[in-house]
């Protein structure tokens, strides 16, 4: 049996994502080759290096698929290009800085005849799936987000985060937002939306959400950024028969009242499980761009009651 060539990647933004988690599900999953890296200012040791996506692009003219691993501020240019060049385009999280530029990117990659994949690394947490098929038919009676962790261990001089665009606290508050809308069997919508904004800052360090489901149920969310000690990323989703909790961003999962359901961990990161769906959705010549986390966060800046805090300092 002939064995299928792995579709030849370039891989913009060599940051904390890109080292922690790409390089290293790329080399394991076998359906890319890490061909070339678009940096300003890092390289990787036997891979052709260019200073900037444009140059990548010309460059490498053999390219067939390229990964976006810069900050959501410059995703638009850079997918755009790549769009426009033929090229598949994996988005990271959040696709972008507004809902009409991701609609438009989807409609870039349509015509163009390319695949577009905006990822939600969380939603491959390895019990996130559970979750979902344990949901599957009940009826939600109420649940619970709490996401708190210390942003100066987890973003250490990130800029960007701060300023318009990098969303504060919705960054990684997204991750709970992408897997609360995957495991729902109903939708929700958002009712209340309170921002934290440090006084020196435009962006929130803290959010308190209550989305309510078309039958009423409230389902409240807190992030914060100013956690220290514990970190906390935990989904608690009560139902008609029983409690479903998610806990370590989806690492975990228990239950209460109905029994729960058995899950496998086949040992894939959340990484390497989005470069399989990557690779299969480029093979079936179909994209996957679900905007429900970003609207929800959306809407949360549409709906804010912002209140001023004390300043933050790194
Ligand atoms: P990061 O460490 O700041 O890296 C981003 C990289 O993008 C930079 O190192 C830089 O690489 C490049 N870049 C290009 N234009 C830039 C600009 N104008 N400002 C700053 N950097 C620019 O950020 P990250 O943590 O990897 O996050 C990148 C994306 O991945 C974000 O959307 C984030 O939400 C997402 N993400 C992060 C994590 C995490 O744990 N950190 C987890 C999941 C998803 P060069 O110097 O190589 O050009």
């Not at 394991?28 to 200012?41: E, H, I, K």
């Not at 015509?111 to 905006?118: E, F, S």
């Not at 807190?222 to 989703?237: A, L, M, N, P």
Request: aromatic share 8%; hydrophobic share 45%; charged share 20%.
């Amino acid at each position: 049996m002939q064995t299928k060539a792995p579709v030849s990647l370039g891989l913009a933004g060599l940051g904390k994502i890109a080292r922690d988690e790409h390089i290293p599900s790329i080399g394991r999953t076998g359906g890319f080759v890490l061909d070339a890296t678009a940096s300003r200012n890092a390289s990787l040791e036997g891979v052709a290096a260019y200073s900037g996506l444009e140059q990548m692009l010309a460059g490498e003219p053999d390219i067939a698929a390229v990964a976006l691993c810069t900050p959501p501020q410059v995703r638009f240019a850079m997918a755009q290009a790549a769009l426009a060049a033929g090229k598949h385009v994996l988005l990271e999280k959040p696709p972008g800085v507004t809902l009409s530029e991701v609609h438009e990117l989807e409609r870039l990659a349509l015509n163009a005849g390319v695949t577009l994949y905006a990822t939600w690394h969380s939603r491959h947490a390895a019990c996130v799936d559970t979750a979902r098929r344990w949901l599957d038919g009940r009826t939600i009676t109420g649940g619970q987000i709490t996401w708190k962790e210390d942003v100066t261990h987890w973003h250490p001089g990130q800029d960007w985060i701060w300023e318009p665009g990098g969303m504060g606290v919705f960054d990684p508050g997204i991750n709970a937002l992408s897997i609360l809308t995957e495991v729902l069997p109903c939708s929700v919508r958002l009712v209340r939306s309170r921002l934290e904004v440090p006084a020196n800052r435009s962006q929130p360090i803290a959010a308190q959400l209550r989305f309510e489901t078309t039958a009423g149920a409230p389902i409240e969310a807190d992030f914060d950024w100013r956690q220290k000690g514990e970190q906390i990323w935990t989904i608690r989703i009560e139902t008609d028969a029983g409690i479903v909790t998610l806990s370590e961003g989806g690492a975990r999962i228990a239950f209460a009242g109905d029994p729960g359901l058995p899950f496998e961990d086949d040992g894939a990161s959340e990484y390497d499980r989005i470069y399989r769906r990557f690779a299969g959705l480029i093979e079936k010549g179909a994209s996957d761009v679900d905007l429900a986390p970003f609207r929800h966060v959306a809407d949360a800046y549409m709906l804010a009651d912002v209140t001023s805090v004390a300043a933050f300092e790194e």
